[in-house]
């Protein structure tokens, strides 16, 4: 009896061992793929095949570990995925090699977030690589504006395009090998230079800076770590000037300000917010300020953009008109995440995505406003970055809330008790 208790204890810990080895491969696979894509600009320095590789590597460890541990997906996510894709193949409303893309970054979010809400460590594991690169990004950024706009720190100049859905880019750096790149920009008779890190545009690197603000409470559970870690994230927000950054929260830390230590409902702090912000809209719109942004450029292109919503049939306008079709048609590429959703695939799948972000940030009602506002001006959606930061959220509100579960001890065996919260968890009693 004694024998048999032993070999299932080492059996125990064998496949403990076995699940946290390639949980961890997974969590700094997950990483790797996601500064090898956009908006990195890493992506312009790694050929395609490679990055194929590491995307399709991640993927093949998601499924497998899944599969093998049985860790629960919410499957029923898949089916509206797999209908949709395959309505769009079968009407030849597009082809698979550009819809293929979508379909794997769909698939892995539900992947990451079934991985993450079943084993905690590798959560954690996520949450510690992000805080670590974030405090990288921070620091060199602003040692990057500090330097540059005093001269004290040598940057020398770094030109190079890109290529988005067949739209050619070109970007202009002032670049430091270990300190990231900055865009020289004029602002109201002044020059300067804006941090950018190691993404490919300011606006792309300030909503990861706001991402974690609003998610620090989550990840962080030290008040005071916390607090010097949303500090920091703002401090660099600023450095690099996005208008779309400040207006959002200056609008949020004055309706906190506001409505702090009040009992409001929802409804009441939404209503605050939209007033506030379009106040504050309205007050940018009177002033210079706001033709010397890129804003005005965004806005002048929504036009044109509607102009393919209104050529579209009754089919195109339900599953889209095909990945790239701004790129062939208007020779531009898409500033808004939800336009780009709505003409290039269609009405169903804009539902289908506002389901999901929904959904997965239901549990912040403030991180769920800056994604809805935030892509009205840049187009994440498809990012790993992105996905693996919202999975990481989502997983950890998750487990929050499972935190109350009391364990319950197995029937016919009085030793072993599983905690719900966590099943890939056993204890066992001396």
Same mark, same amino acid.
């Given at each position: 009896?004694?024998?048999?208790?032993?070999?299932?204890?080492?059996?125990?810990?064998?496949?403990?061992?076995?699940?946290?080895?390639?949980?961890?491969?997974?969590?700094?696979?997950?990483?790797?793929?996601?500064?090898?894509?956009?908006?990195?600009?890493?992506?312009?320095?790694?050929?395609?095949?490679?990055?194929?590789?590491?995307? =399709?590597?991640? &993927?093949?460890? &998601?499924?497998?570990?899944?599969?093998?541990?049985?860790?629960?997906?919410?499957?029923?996510?898949?089916?509206?995925?797999?209908?949709?894709?395959?309505?769009?193949?079968?009407?030849?409303?597009?082809?698979?090699?550009?819809?293929?893309?979508?379909?794997?970054?769909?698939?892995?979010?539900?992947?990451?977030?079934?991985? &993450?809400?079943?084993?905690?460590?590798?959560?954690?594991?996520?949450?510690?690589?992000?805080?670590?690169?974030?405090?990288?990004?921070?620091?060199?950024?602003?040692?990057?504006?500090?330097?540059?706009?005093?001269?004290?720190?040598?940057?020398?100049?770094?030109?190079?395009?890109?290529?988005?859905? +067949?739209?050619?880019?070109?970007?202009?750096?002032?670049?430091?090998?270990?300190?990231?790149?900055?865009?020289?920009?004029?602002?109201? +008779?002044?020059?300067? +230079?804006?941090?950018?890190?190691?993404?490919?545009?300011?606006? !792309?690197?300030?909503?990861?800076? =706001?991402?974690?603000?609003?998610?620090?409470?989550?990840?962080?559970?030290?008040?005071?770590?916390?607090?010097?870690?949303?500090?920091?994230?703002?401090? %660099?927000?600023? %450095?690099?000037?996005? %208008?779309?950054?400040?207006?959002?929260?200056?609008?949020?830390?004055?309706?906190?300000?506001?409505?702090?230590?009040?009992?409001?409902?929802?409804?009441?702090?939404?209503?605050?917010?939209? !007033?506030?912000?379009?106040?504050?809209?309205?007050?940018?719109?009177?002033?210079?300020?706001?033709?010397?942004?890129?804003?005005?450029?965004?806005?002048?292109?929504?036009?044109?953009?509607?102009?393919?919503?209104?050529?579209?049939?009754?089919?195109?306008?339900?599953? =889209?008109?095909?990945?790239?079709?701004? =790129?062939?048609?208007?020779?531009?590429?898409?500033?808004?995440?939800?336009?780009?959703?709505?003409?290039?695939? +269609?009405?169903?799948?804009?539902?289908?995505?506002?389901?999901?972000?929904?959904?997965?940030?239901?549990?912040?009602?403030?991180?769920?406003?800056?994604?809805?506002?935030?892509?009205?001006?840049?187009?994440?959606?498809?990012?790993?970055?992105?996905?693996?930061?919202?999975?990481?959220?989502?997983?950890?509100?998750?487990?929050?809330?499972?935190?109350?579960?009391?364990?319950?001890?197995?029937?016919?065996?009085?030793?072993?008790?599983?905690?719900?919260?966590?099943?890939?968890?056993?204890?066992?009693?001396?």
């Amino acid at each position: 009896m004694r024998e048999q208790v032993a070999m299932k204890r080492v059996d125990l810990l064998s496949y403990k061992m076995a699940t946290l080895s390639l949980g961890m491969l997974t969590a700094w696979m997950l990483f790797v793929y996601a500064l090898s894509y956009h908006p990195f600009i890493t992506e312009s320095y790694l050929p395609v095949p490679i990055r194929i590789g590491i995307e =399709g590597f991640v &993927l093949y460890l &998601l499924v497998m570990i899944n599969i093998r541990y049985q860790y629960l997906v919410d499957v029923i996510w898949f089916i509206p995925i797999i209908m949709i894709f395959g309505c769009v193949l079968l009407l030849e409303m597009d082809t698979f090699v550009k819809l293929i893309s979508s379909f794997n970054k769909l698939v892995l979010l539900i992947l990451a977030i079934g991985l &993450l809400i079943r084993n905690r460590r590798v959560l954690n594991t996520c949450i510690k690589i992000w805080i670590l690169l974030s405090y990288f990004l921070c620091v060199a950024a602003i040692l990057a504006f500090v330097g540059y706009n005093t001269g004290i720190i040598p940057f020398s100049p770094l030109d190079f395009g890109e290529s988005i859905n +067949g739209v050619p880019g070109s970007y202009y750096y002032m670049h430091n090998a270990i300190l990231g790149n900055l865009r020289s920009r004029q602002l109201l +008779g002044l020059e300067f +230079g804006r941090a950018t890190g190691f993404m490919y545009e300011e606006i !792309f690197f300030s909503f990861f800076l =706001g991402f974690n603000i609003l998610v620090a409470r989550d990840w962080i559970d030290d008040p005071k770590k916390r607090k010097r870690f949303v500090r920091l994230n703002l401090i %660099t927000g600023i %450095t690099a000037f996005s %208008t779309t950054f400040f207006l959002f929260f200056s609008l949020y830390f004055l309706v906190k300000k506001i409505l702090g230590g009040k009992k409001m409902t929802i409804g009441v702090k939404t209503f605050a917010f939209l !007033f506030l912000g379009v106040l504050s809209i309205g007050l940018i719109l009177s002033s210079n300020y706001f033709g010397q942004t890129s804003a005005s450029v965004r806005l002048d292109r929504m036009n044109m953009y509607f102009s393919i919503i209104e050529n579209s049939t009754w089919l195109t306008l339900l599953l =889209g008109n095909g990945v790239g079709i701004a =790129g062939v048609k208007l020779g531009i590429g898409f500033d808004s995440g939800w336009i780009a959703i709505l003409v290039e695939r +269609g009405v169903i799948m804009l539902v289908f995505m506002v389901s999901l972000v929904v959904k997965c940030t239901k549990h912040n009602r403030w991180l769920m406003f800056y994604i809805f506002y935030f892509n009205f001006a840049l187009d994440v959606f498809w990012y790993p970055l992105f996905l693996l930061l919202i999975a990481m959220s989502y997983a950890c509100s998750n487990h929050k809330r499972k935190q109350s579960v009391v364990p319950s001890c197995l029937p016919g065996s009085p030793t072993t008790c599983v905690f719900s919260a966590y099943p890939e968890t056993t204890v066992t009693s001396a």
